[in-house]
């Protein structure tokens, strides 16, 4: 999606999946990357009632964020998915931003395909060991009504910049935009966005920005 200092003479071959529980559950993620004759493997759980065409982009975000340094990444997905999740675009966007993605479809994935279907199951079995664990009030916890995970309860990953006290959902934030457009009228630089694990922003001691956070309580 963007190619300056694109590393051009190899691309990245990326092979994702990723399933859930039944129609709406717990699920998992999985990514096969290929560079030249270096291989590697990522896969992830997620607890909280979810699809698999939000396991399948959060597989591609996870492995876009796996990248060391721009590239061109050939991804074996369907590009059709994004557009049935829009909440997803802003995670998306920043995770490609530095690469050249090609969208080649899944039609060929093969055997890299089935790994990483492989990969997205044994996520969606380590989700479900864990809903099926004591939680602290030593109940099951897919039963504790005060430890079961829910749907948008808190989100994996949030958005921070290097200098800012709060964290975004969303890159189109107006307060982060009129952040950074105070910054540059005093003549400052804007800071990157980046996404990062929601529990790391809160030990870090970011609150949540009042806009693109309101009427979500996330802690």
């Known amino acids: 999606m963007a190619d300056r200092q694109v590393e051009r003479q190899q691309a990245v071959d990326m092979f994702v999946a990723g399933m859930c529980d039944g129609d709406r559950g717990p699920g998992g993620w999985g990514a096969v990357l290929h560079y030249g004759r270096h ?3 990522l896969h ?15 597989a591609v975000a996870e492995a876009l964020d796996r990248l060391t340094r721009p590239v061109s990444v050939r991804l074996h997905a369907d590009q059709a998915v994004i557009g049935r999740h829009g909440d997803l675009r802003s995670r998306l966007a920043s995770a490609a931003r530095p690469h050249q993605i090609v969208w080649v479809g899944a039609a060929d994935s093969g055997a890299d395909g089935e790994r990483a279907g492989t990969l997205a199951r044994n996520g969606l079995l380590e989700a479900t060991q864990r809903l099926d664990s004591r939680c602290v009030h030593d109940l099951i916890t897919r039963q504790c009504w005060q430890c079961r995970p829910s749907a948008g309860a808190r989100p994996d990953r949030v958005a921070v910049t ?15 935009h009129d952040g950074w457009r105070y910054i540059e009228r005093r003549g400052g630089i804007r800071s990157e966005l980046t996404w990062v694990p929601t529990v790391d922003a809160l030990a870090a001691g970011r609150g949540a920005c009042e806009v693109c956070c309101a009427g979500r309580d996330i802690r």
Request: glycine share 16%; with cysteine.
């Open 162 to 176: 290097s200098g800012g006290a709060v964290f975004h959902l969303s890159e189109g934030c107006a307060a982060l």
């Open 39 to 41: 291989s590697r493997e």
């Open 44 to 58: 992830g759980a997620e607890v909280a009632p979810t699809t698999g065409d939000r396991m399948l982009l959060t």
